[in-house]
């Protein structure tokens, strides 16, 4: 790499961030590190942090998806750096008639991914509006600790787990909400998608700050307190009660299409990069 014409060496995840800096080392190459997670929350050893904190310095750029994340780092840093968002993904479905009485969540069956707490908020709003069903779609090391609690709470006949598939947005596309639980995020992608098919969407103000970049609370969707089944479910039934104001915040979510369109990221990073380099 040191002897090939390259102007800018972009790192993506904490490993490859680690490469990237030392290139920046040796080869004397521009460098810029992405930041694609909360740091807060990174399942890294102690010895991959100390790393972090020695190599990341060397970086002409960095690029982060949330100013939470960015503020994590040091002020130097942070006046080397920029925050871009994720694009959200081209020719994706509209949420479309008819709607049925279906609560949706969609990613991997993990901590991280809260779903004891969304079973507890959605064992609140069963007993309000019990002709409301739950799915989750998604794998993981999670499936049957949360297929116990489910059971625990006699919710087997109203709560679903279809597992993982490829064709989710068709799957879900005539669902009535779209939620995420989240203990933290960097830039949800699933939370981006859902907005852009014209959900009403209902999310935690999680770490990382993913969900209250993209929500203006009221707006475009809801933001509840993080880990909280009893807010979790308060704004879900708020929604699920008041028809209007659900389409509204769903029509507005859609804005992200173009606002978030590949073409317009592209551009914040094109524009990045060549201050990186120089142009």
């Known amino acids: 790499m040191c002897k090939n014409d390259i102007d800018v060496v972009v790192g993506m995840g904490i490993y490859s961030n680690f490469v990237v800096s030392l290139i920046r080392f040796l080869c004397n190459k521009k460098v810029v590190i992405v930041e694609a997670n909360d740091p807060r929350h990174d399942n890294i050893s102690k010895e991959s942090k100390i790393l972090r904190k020695l190599t990341y310095w060397r970086a002409d750029g960095y690029v982060f998806q949330t100013r939470e994340e960015q503020e994590y780092y040091s002020k130097n840093i942070q ?25 949706v969540a969609t990613g991997r069956m993990e901590k991280q991914k809260n779903y004891e707490m969304l079973i507890d908020a959605f ?52 669902s009535d909400i779209y939620v995420l639980s989240s203990l933290f995020e960097g830039m949800p992608n699933a ?12 999310s935690t103000d999680c770490g990382g700050g993913g969900p209250r970049e993209l929500i203006q609370d009221n707006v475009n969707g809801r933001l509840t307190l993080n880990g909280s089944s009893y807010d979790l479910a308060d704004k879900l039934c708020e929604l699920i009660e008041n028809p209007v104001k659900k389409e509204m915040l769903g ?15 592209s551009l914040q990073w094109i524009a ?6 120089g142009c």
């Open 272 to 277: 990045y990069l060549n201050r990186i380099i």
């Open 191 to 202: 939370l981006m998608e859902a907005m852009a098919m014209g959900f009403p969407v209902v």
């Open 251 to 265: 029509k507005n979510a859609k804005a992200i299409r173009g606002t978030h369109c590949i073409e317009n990221i």
């Open 123 to 174: 064992n609140i709003v069963h007993k309000k509006h019990p002709n409301y069903k739950l799915k989750i779609y998604g794998k993981g090391s999670e499936c049957e600790k949360i297929q116990a609690k489910i059971s625990e709470l006699d919710l087997n006949k109203y709560v679903e787990m279809p597992g993982f598939t490829l064709n989710v947005h068709k799957k879900i596309q005539h």
């Open 79 to 103: 006046r080397k750096s920029i925050v871009i968002p994720n694009p959200v993904l081209e020719e994706l479905p509209s949420r479309e008639e008819p709607i049925i009485p279906e609560i």
